[in-house]
């Protein structure tokens, strides 16, 4: 049995360095941002109907934008590389301007759909109803204890299902 000098088994990571990813981070924000058209003089047009003209209109910031700006897959591989401890900051400090961005949006009358979908989705604590925290040892506990009393005319047909309808 022949043993690799290398100490990575499988594939390379996608980033070396943190450094490296937030590069590609900042990439993908600055082109989120749209690309404004530019007079002669290099001062942004603007219209007085429709504002300022853009060559490429802005467009939202999102995970799963920023999953694929990333070289990733999918979203769900964003969060999964989060897990590396060298990159959790980065890639949580990245989320957090989609989130705020979603967040500023709840404001925003046409926008404020998406952004609801996005934050309880996408983000922690943004729920419809706060999260319960279930401490299922304590009710297994008490599960137990409940079984283990006798009960008068207790009888195992008393905690089945009624299978006929």
């Known amino acids: 049995m022949t043993v690799s000098k290398n100490k990575y088994v499988g594939r390379p ?3 070396r360095t943190k450094e490296e990813i937030q590069e590609k981070i900042d990439a ?3 082109e989120c941002e749209g690309e404004l058209l530019l007079d002669g003089n ?3 047009v603007c ?4 504002g300022l003209v ?3 209109p802005p467009k939202p910031p999102t995970v799963t934008g920023l999953a694929l700006a990333l070289g990733f897959a999918s979203r769900q591989s964003l969060m999964e590389y989060q897990g590396k401890k060298e990159f959790a900051d980065t890639i ?4 957090s301007r989609i989130e705020e961005y979603a967040e ?3 404001f925003d009358r046409d926008g404020v759909n998406g952004a609801k979908f996005s934050l309880i989705n996408n983000f922690r604590g943004w729920g419809e109803k706060p999260e319960q ?3 299922t040892g304590s009710n297994m506990v008490a599960l137990a204890e409940i079984l283990m009393r006798p009960g008068k005319n207790r009888n195992i047909h008393d905690f089945e299902g009624d299978d006929e309808a």
């Open 92 to 95: 949580i400090r990245a989320k």
């Open 104 to 106: 500023a949006r709840l």
């Open 28 to 30: 993908y924000f600055k």
């Open 13 to 15: 990571p996608k980033f």
């Open 133 to 135: 925290e279930q401490d």
């Open 47 to 50: 219209t007085p109907k429709t």
């Open 54 to 56: 853009y060559t490429k």
């Open 42 to 44: 290099g001062n942004p």
